[in-house]
């Protein structure tokens, strides 16, 4: 019978030394090859019966001899007469006969044995007496061998059945074999099976596959089910496996559900369940309910079944419930428990036992390959499924939630972008968009890169294409997120992957984008720095960099010599072919003429210094070496030192950078420099600075000069013996005569110039404290002695100086400022009282000459009638710490920007404010002192040896105002964009400079250390202001009262705001490793409110407190741009997230601001373009926040507005003092633009929606559109250009929001709610009217700013039209429609003259010709749109 089956057939390895137990398929092609015995078989068969009854005593012989069953029952007896002999031993059982004919010889035998019935019994008997020994039972269950005859053909196919099988094919037998075989199960149950054993149960279930005829298939199916749920393991993994082969057709669905149960009951039968289940042919409601039961035990299945239960998942998916199948999987999936080994693997080293160590060791294998296999899975579906791929990518997509996000969606992400070409732009756009909006911060990619490398390497093409175009973009966090990704490859890769990524960012370099030449030398810093021994193999590469240095400005040099320096030192023979290449290229630079090839070339000489200078580890080298070692290194130093010293001591701008350079190297080294080495430069600087800058006070000074020399700012009257003075006046006088005689010098003398003066005492000072251990006491006598300058009373005498006059004396004042801030630097963390009270001294000193210097430019302003800044200008470029940037179109733009302030003094100084000295960020822990206002300022303060030491609000607001310009360049806010093409050209970090060699975090943890004092400040401003607004209430302005004390500290409460907004919006405070400090920072705040209460408070808690601290600020703000800046610090400090009463304070906050009247203390009401854009803003606050803007917009535009139109000339809205005419357009255009979003929210219509939802949702487009008719209106009063481009705009977006999502709605509620959508349909028919009045106003003024919006707006208002029919005609209302022309009007409703004559009929060639029409008036034909709206006969019933 088994050649006529068209299934597969079973066949057992006949080999007895290796039978496992392995099943092996034939095909029914195999069977083919002896289809023609078989036939011979059936033909020759009476003749081989007869044959077989004559000879029954010999065959009973030949039995005995081949080992056969000798004593004879009524089983063996039917077997041998129907052609199978029995075999005892290891010998297989014999059949001599074709199969199918042993089948009917046996069935007719004991059909007509004379005991029949009672013989099958007996034949069941004998059956179970021949198993009950385990080596016949095993013959039985194998396949037989046929008995070949010699010097014939054999009868029987080569392969045979076993004895068992071909019992259970006879109808009357099989009940009984069924049975039998069942009951025999348990008795192995507990047997243990070796490699080479008997596993008798797989053997005993093979024998029920494949059978041609089931009498009672429930029946057989049902005892396998029951037998499963007793039996051990092993034995129910060989049912389960084996049931698809057992069942019926028509039993699938039912054993499937049985088999889906059992899946959820336990985690040891997964793997059998599912291929049991996947091989089922299952309808689709159940293959969902299955595929449910499947994904149930995700989340607890064994790592190592993960796998097996992931791919019936993804292998079973359909295209319609793909996305939802997905999203639940990626829920499910979670790789953390996969980590787990990985961290037994970290705490190896504590494994005493090498064999626990071995365990965890194969353990971590194990977990690696079970994640590679869940990931091969994934590929192999995302490859061959398109529907996976992209309900996976939509899946991601689709999850709003930061925390919802996983390590999984970055790697299927890269996953699918390396493995389907066709979705990568898809993949690359959500992967943008989820890193812009915070969801794939960068400890995940960490996570990802460190737990699964071995997966993600497969990837790196991919991840090395996507971090190069992150690198390209304009968005900080992507740019950030690809320079991690170059990071974390180069860290978990093989060397191949590390010289491509070398590569890539070498290319970076090179490319001559500034971004990514930032980005990517930090990315190299950050290498060389934690794989300096990885580098160094691909060091050749980097020095490649050399050769395209003209494009990096000074800061990128640094740290390109940084790299190559730490690559050339670290490794002492490896790295000298790249000292060597140094060497050339610094010489080349140094000897140049170029002044930017000199700066390159100190710049890189100094950071060589720095790395030979280096303390070096004992473990450097041996003992012997060591002396050798310092001897070469004291030559490398004292080579380049003499080359730098060489090259720059005839050029002072040369020279003040190299001792800059110096003194940062020393500051960024801080106790790492080997001091020794630079002793012989160190001595020869503290002899030089005394003798070239500081001489012996005098009362007076032998010289002519262009001004009298007098000795100012001196502390230390009291110390008349051994005083000295700076020099200065006479340096300047020197310095600017030698310019004016062209320079001619001594070539041979070293020049002294006042431009050193300041990097000169920098490194001496930084210099001095590391020799001291921080200790100034060498130099103190600096701090407190006077400088050589001139009187400094120039009131009135300005206009009667000379251009020369006028230039020197500006030289002199911004020397003597560079020389006080970095006086101030250098002390300004002495705790000494009297050190401390002289540094505030000098503050002041720098605030007055602040105001003189702001004068003397005002002045020369005016006198040089806008001619080239002087020396001043020069000097202030060439003072700074890099000294010698040319005057390029940046320092035209600082001037510019200084003459269009010119009425303020201290406003010319912020064009040159790049250019002074730059403040440390030490400076401010000045701000731990108080403030003192002028009423009580102590004058003597500075003779005294005070307790207290407290800061006025001019050194206040000094202080505060430098601090904001650092925050602001070095802080980048989250909500901000990089521009990618800079519209200035020029070194962005100019005044930054010290700055810019601290990391965004370090200068961050600074700012937060200061937050008491800032707090302490605020909470002064806020006590100033309240007791002003006390005084002033029910007072008119009293002139008497000090305008200027109030307009300092409005400054510092502004000043103070933007330090706290510049903190909390830092885009840095999103980065998890960040959030400690962000909590720190809160909790100064939250501790205002409930000191000692914070400690143990949790985040969300803490920006709750803080939140509510800063909102106790809002009634003190003394200006509009305060309240501005307040209100964004709120929003920064809130957004970590915004809950809903954070929300509504919001609102409320920023209506109270848009409520109230600001007024100078002048008297004067605030305006201008910054309050014009700070009053935008608020208003965009205040409709988002607030809960109904619908009804926030009805508000200001029908109580507001009207108030407005009825004020005076001058006047304002009484509701909203801050809506003028002057403001109108900005509320109009915020009005317009909220009106425009709000609605887009307004689900569109379905057909599925309840009349209730419906009515809600047209009450909701009634207001709306209400809103949108009186502000349209409102042009008629407010006809100005901007209002009227306001409105064209937004008009036609509002219809285009209609026709989108209000129009469906109509389709399905006209029936429900005629009266409404008529209502809500002549109310908008009102305002396109009116819009098609200004179109005609537009083009009759031909204003091409106007006309531009016209031909859009037409399109949407005719679309409007035909819309509105098509609505009708959806109702069966067709009847209802008719098209009139419409007359052309200005804005008052005036018809255009021009256009009357052309008016024709109405029709529909009407319509096509003046698009967008509607009725002008009540007379006009007919209307357009809709007769429910207009005068025409009412629709017809639907």
């Not at 699964?452 to 090395?464: N, R, W």
């Not at 954070?1142 to 373009?1169: I, N, T, Y």
Request: aromatic share 6%; net charge negative; proline share 4%.
């Amino acid at each position: 019978m088994l050649q006529h089956q068209g299934a597969l057939v079973q066949a057992w390895l006949q080999e007895e030394g290796n039978n496992k137990g392995f099943v092996t398929m034939v095909s029914k092609r195999k069977l083919s090859k002896v289809d023609a015995s078989g036939e011979s078989c059936k033909t020759d068969l009476p003749s081989r019966c007869s044959e077989t009854k004559k000879s029954r005593i010999s065959d009973t012989e030949k039995a005995s001899a081949h080992g056969g069953v000798e004593n004879e029952g009524v089983f063996e007896e039917l077997l041998r007469t129907s052609g199978i002999i029995l075999k005892v031993g290891e010998g297989q059982n014999e059949i001599a006969v074709d199969q199918m004919a042993f089948q009917k010889k046996l069935h007719l035998a004991l059909e007509k044995h004379p005991t029949y019935p009672s013989v099958v019994k007996q034949f069941i008997s004998g059956l179970e007496s021949h198993i009950k020994d385990r080596n016949q039972f095993k013959n039985c269950l194998l396949p037989c061998t046929p008995v070949r005859t010699e010097g014939s053909r054999t009868l029987v196919h080569s392969y045979c059945e076993s004895l068992i099988k071909l019992l259970l094919g006879i109808k009357i037998l099989q009940p009984a074999v069924i049975t039998l075989l069942l009951e025999k199960i348990p008795e192995f149950f507990f047997d243990i099976v070796g490699t080479f054993g008997t596993n008798f149960p797989r053997l005993i279930v093979n024998q029920f596959k494949w059978l041609d005829r089931l009498l009672d298939s429930q029946d057989l199916v049902k005892k396998l089910m029951q037998m499963v749920n007793v039996s051990p393991v092993p034995i129910q993994h060989d049912i389960i496996i084996s049931l698809p082969e057992i069942l019926e057709d028509s039993q699938q669905s039912e054993v499937a559900r049985e088999l889906s149960c059992l899946l959820k009951q336990g985690r040891r039968l997964t793997v059998p369940i599912l291929d049991a289940l996947s091989r089922l042919d299952l309808d689709a409601g159940l293959l969902a309910e299955v595929r449910q039961s499947a994904m149930t035990i995700v989340p607890s299945v064994k790592l190592e079944d993960l796998p097996v239960v992931v791919k019936f998942i993804l292998h079973n998916v359909k295209a319609a419930d793909a996305v939802e199948v997905i999203s639940d999987l990626r829920k499910s999936l979670d790789l953390s428990s996969c980590v787990l080994p990985l961290q037994i693997l970290g705490s190896q080293k504590k494994l005493k036992s090498q064999v626990q160590a071995s365990s965890s060791m194969s353990q971590v294998t194990t977990s690696q390959n079970c994640v590679k296999l869940l990931f091969d899975v994934i590929k192999l579906a995302v490859r061959f499924q398109k529907d996976v791929s992209e309900a996976w990518i939509k899946a991601i997509e689709n999850t709003t939630s930061v925390s919802d996000h996983k390590v999984l969606d970055l790697i299927v992400l890269l996953l699918i972008h390396s493995t389907n070409t066709k979705n990568r732009k898809q993949t690359e756009k959500v992967l943008r968009s989820k890193i812009q909006l915070g969801c794939m911060p960068e400890q995940l990619m960490q996570n990802a890169f460190q737990n699964h490398s071995m997966v993600i390497k497969d990837f790196f093409p991919s991840i090395l294409a996507l971090a190069q175009m992150f690198l390209h973009s304009a968005h900080p966090a992507i740019v950030s997120f690809g320079s991690c990704m170059y990071k974390q490859a180069f860290a978990a890769f093989d060397s191949y992957c590390q010289q491509e990524v070398v590569t890539a960012l070498v290319t970076h370099v090179c490319s001559g984008n500034e971004t990514e030449l930032d980005i990517s030398l930090d990315v190299l810093t950050d290498l060389v720095m934690l794989h300096t021994s990885l580098l160094m193999r691909y060091a050749t590469f980097v020095k490649t960099i050399l050769d395209s240095t003209q494009k990096l400005n000074p800061c990128q040099i640094r740290k390109l010599f940084y790299i190559l320096s730490t690559l050339a030192f670290s490794q002492r023979q490896e790295g000298n072919y790249i000292q060597d290449d140094m060497h050339m290229v610094i010489r080349k630079w140094l000897s140049s003429t170029v002044p930017n090839h000199k700066q390159m070339g100190i710049i890189g000489a100094v950071t060589m210094i720095g790395s030979v200078a280096l303390k070096r580890n004992e473990g450097d080298g041996s003992s012997l070496e060591r002396p050798e070692l310092n001897s070469e290194r004291d030559g490398q130093l004292s080579t380049l030192l003499e080359l730098v010293g060489f090259c720059c001591e005839q050029t002072p701008e040369v020279l003040a950078l190299y001792y800059d350079e110096l003194a940062s190297l020393i500051e960024k080294q801080k106790g790492n420099l080997d001091l020794q080495l630079l002793d012989e430069f160190g001595r020869s600087l503290v002899e030089d600075f005394p003798s070239d800058f500081v001489v012996d006070l005098n009362p007076t000074v032998d010289g002519s000069f262009l001004f009298p020399v007098k000795s100012l700012y001196n502390l230390d009257e009291d110390e008349s013996q051994g005083a000295i003075a700076i020099n200065l006046l006479p340096l300047v006088s020197q310095s600017e005569l030698g310019r004016v005689t062209d320079g001619m010098s001594n070539q041979s003398k070293r020049v002294v110039s006042p431009m050193c003066l300041s990097p000169c005492f920098r490194l001496l000072r930084l210099y001095t404290g590391e020799q001291n251990g921080g200790s100034l006491e060498e130099i103190d006598a600096l701090l407190g002695c006077p400088l050589y300058l001139t009187d400094l009373e120039v009131e009135g005498k300005l206009d009667s100086l000379s251009k020369q006059e006028r230039e020197f004396l500006c030289s002199l004042l911004f020397y003597a400022l560079n020389w006080f801030r970095e006086v101030i630097n250098a002390f300004c963390q002495q705790q000494d009282a009297e050190m401390k009270g002289k540094v505030l001294t000098r503050l002041e000193n720098i605030t007055e000459l602040q105001t003189v210097l702001g004068k003397c430019l005002a002045g020369r302003k005016k006198k040089t009638d806008g001619s080239k800044a002087g020396s001043a200008d020069r000097s202030q470029a060439d003072d700074s710490s890099e000294g010698n940037q040319p005057d390029t179109e940046l320092s035209e733009l600082e001037k510019t920007a200084a003459e269009r302030e010119a009425g303020n003094p201290l406003a010319q100084l912020q064009s040159y404010r790049r250019y002074f000295r730059e403040l440390d960020l030490e400076v401010f822990t000045i701000l731990h002192c108080g403030l003192l206002t002028k009423s009580v300022l102590d004058t003597e303060m500075h003779t005294e040896a005070r307790e207290v030491v407290q800061l006025g609000p001019a050194e206040l607001c000094f202080l505060l105002d430098d601090l904001c310009w650092k925050l602001e360049h070095v802080l980048t806010p989250g909500s901000t964009r990089r521009v990618p093409f800079p519209k200035e050209r020029g070194y962005k970090d100019i005044g930054f400079s010290h700055l810019c060699q601290r990391s965004p975090k370090e200068v961050a943890m600074c700012v937060v250390k200061l937050l008491k004092p800032l707090c302490n400040h605020m909470e002064n401003m806020h006590n100033y202001f309240q007791a002003v607004v006390m005084q002033n209430r029910g007072v008119e302005d009293d002139p008497g009262t000090n305008i200027q004390e109030h307009q300092l500290m409005s400054s510092c409460y502004q000043q103070l705001l933007l330090t706290f907004r510049s903190l909390f919006a830092w885009n840095g405070f999103s980065q998890h490793e960040n959030t400690d400090l962000l909590r720190s920072a809160l909790q100064v705040l939250a501790d205002r409110l409930k000191p000692g209460e914070t400690e143990f408070l949790l985040l969300e808690e803490l920006i709750s407190e803080s939140f509510q601290y800063l909102l106790n600020f809002q009634q003190s703000v003394p200006s509009f741009h305060c309240a501005f800046i307040l209100t964004q610090l709120l929003i920064a400090v809130a957004e970590k997230p915004m809950a809903g009463w954070k929300k509504e304070k919001m609102a409320s906050l920023a209506k109270q601001f848009l409520c109230q009247s600001w007024v100078k203390p002048g008297g004067d009401r605030e305006k201008g373009s910054q309050f014009n854009s700070a009053l935008h803003t608020l208003l965009c606050v205040y409709l988002e926040h607030t809960d109904n803007i619908l009804k926030a917009i009805e508000e200001i535009s029908s109580v507001g507005v009207p108030e407005l139109i009825n004020s005076a000339k001058d006047g304002c809205s009484s509701t909203y003092p801050t809506l003028s005419r002057q403001t109108f357009p900005v509320f109009f255009r915020v009005m317009m633009a909220q009106l425009e979003s709000s609605v887009k929210s307004i689900p569109a219509g379905k057909p599925s929606d309840s009349s209730e939802v419906q009515l809600e949702k047209l009450l909701r487009w009634n207001i709306a559109v209400r809103n949108f008719h009186i502000l349209v209106n409102l042009v008629k009063v407010f006809d100005s250009r901007p209002v009227l481009s306001i409105c064209l705009k937004y008009g036609r977006l509002f219809v285009e929001a209609f026709l989108k999502l209000a129009m469906p709605l109509l389709d399905y509620s006209f029936k429900k709610h005629r009266d409404d959508v008529q209502s809500l349909l002549k109310t908008l028919q009102l305002s396109t009217r009116q819009l098609h009045h200004m179109c005609g106003h537009s083009k009759i003024h031909q204003d091409i700013g106007l006309t531009n919006h016209v031909p859009l707006l037409k399109k949407s208002l005719e679309q409007f039209v035909y819309r509105v029919k098509a609505m009708l005609a959806f109702n069966h209302c067709q009847e209802a429609f008719w098209v009139g022309i419409l007359k052309n009007r200005d804005l008052q409703g005036e018809e255009i003259l021009s256009q009357a004559s052309g008016e024709r009929d109405s029709g529909e060639e009407d319509s096509a010709e003046s698009p967008a029409e509607e009725p002008s008036g009540s007379d006009t034909d007919a209307s357009e749109e809709e007769g429910a709206a207009g005068p025409g006969p009412s629709p017809a019933e639907p």
